[in-house]
């Protein structure tokens, strides 16, 4: 089975304090990406990344950043935390770029 | 631009009720449609999918029949059990990587 985890499951951070949300997938996919998922909103891209280092940005970019150093970690990185960063975090891998994506469990972010 | 668009929720039925989640889309061409579901404190997971028009995705007894002629992809389930009670994401995927999902429906199933 593919398994898709993340650093943390819950998460408290300060504002302005830099935030780092860690994803690993262990089945070799070259798509990773990651949402928020917020109330009414469903889930919004923020970036995804296609290959090792190299990355796109989303619907929502604004105030993150993406880092893929090796084919399995794709971290996202909060330079400066902020209140309306507050949400559930979601980590995903597929294949290949016409296939299912796998999710990870999630890491609920509070900021304070 | 592509998107989703899925019944409000919450939902609430009695065990063995007949469920219908509504789902309809905005895409040029040809997307591929997807059926996800979201347990209490997980992640995502694919329940059912269809790549073209008239296909019929199928899993746990859940369907959903991928509609052309009215851009539809609505979820049924003949008899619902208290175990289904999740939040459903009906998503599309067109050109590229990217993924476009609806708002989500919640479902309680109540015995």
Same mark, same amino acid.
């Given at each position: 089975?593919?398994?898709?985890?993340?650093?943390?499951?819950?998460?408290?951070?300060?504002?302005?304090?830099?935030?780092?949300?860690?994803?690993?997938?262990?089945?070799?996919?070259?798509? /990773?990406?990651?949402?928020?998922?917020?109330?009414? #909103?469903?889930?919004?891209?923020?970036?995804?990344?296609?290959?090792?280092?190299?990355?796109?940005?989303?619907?929502?970019?604004?105030?993150?950043?993406?880092?893929?150093?090796?084919?399995?970690?794709?971290?996202?990185?909060?330079?400066?935390?902020?209140?309306?960063?507050?949400? /559930?975090?979601?980590?995903?891998?597929? #294949?290949?770029?016409?296939?299912?994506?796998?999710?990870?469990?999630?890491?609920?972010?509070?900021?304070? | 631009?592509?998107?989703?668009?899925?019944?409000?929720?919450?939902?609430?039925?009695?065990?063995?009720?007949?469920?219908?989640?509504?789902?309809?889309?905005?895409?040029?061409?040809?997307?591929?449609?997807?059926?996800?579901?979201?347990?209490?404190?997980?992640?995502?997971?694919?329940?059912?999918?269809?790549?073209?028009?008239?296909?019929?995705?199928?899993?746990?007894?859940?369907?959903?029949?991928?509609?052309?002629?009215?851009?539809?992809?609505?979820?049924?389930?003949?008899?619902?059990?208290?175990?289904?009670?999740?939040?459903?994401?009906?998503?599309?995927?067109?050109?590229?990587?990217?993924?476009?999902?609806?708002?989500?429906?919640?479902?309680?199933?109540?015995?």
């Amino acid at each position: 089975d593919v398994k898709v985890t993340q650093s943390s499951r819950y998460l408290v951070k300060r504002t302005g304090e830099k935030v780092f949300l860690e994803c690993v997938q262990d089945m070799d996919h070259e798509n /990773m990406f990651w949402y928020r998922q917020d109330p009414g #909103l469903g889930l919004r891209l923020i970036y995804f990344s296609y290959d090792v280092k190299m990355k796109e940005k989303g619907d929502i970019p604004e105030g993150y950043s993406v880092s893929r150093e090796k084919k399995e970690r794709f971290s996202l990185i909060l330079e400066s935390a902020s209140t309306n960063q507050t949400s /559930m975090y979601l980590c995903a891998s597929s #294949l290949f770029v016409n296939n299912e994506q796998f999710f990870g469990p999630g890491t609920r972010l509070t900021v304070l | 631009g592509d998107s989703v668009t899925q019944m409000e929720g919450p939902v609430t039925l009695s065990e063995e009720a007949f469920l219908t989640i509504n789902c309809t889309y905005t895409a040029t061409g040809y997307p591929s449609l997807f059926w996800y579901v979201q347990y209490p404190g997980e992640g995502l997971q694919l329940l059912l999918k269809a790549t073209k028009a008239d296909d019929k995705g199928s899993n746990k007894g859940f369907e959903a029949t991928y509609r052309k002629e009215t851009t539809s992809f609505h979820l049924e389930k003949g008899s619902v059990q208290v175990s289904d009670s999740a939040v459903y994401f009906c998503a599309l995927r067109h050109t590229g990587n990217q993924f476009y999902f609806g708002t989500g429906t919640s479902l309680t199933v109540i015995p």
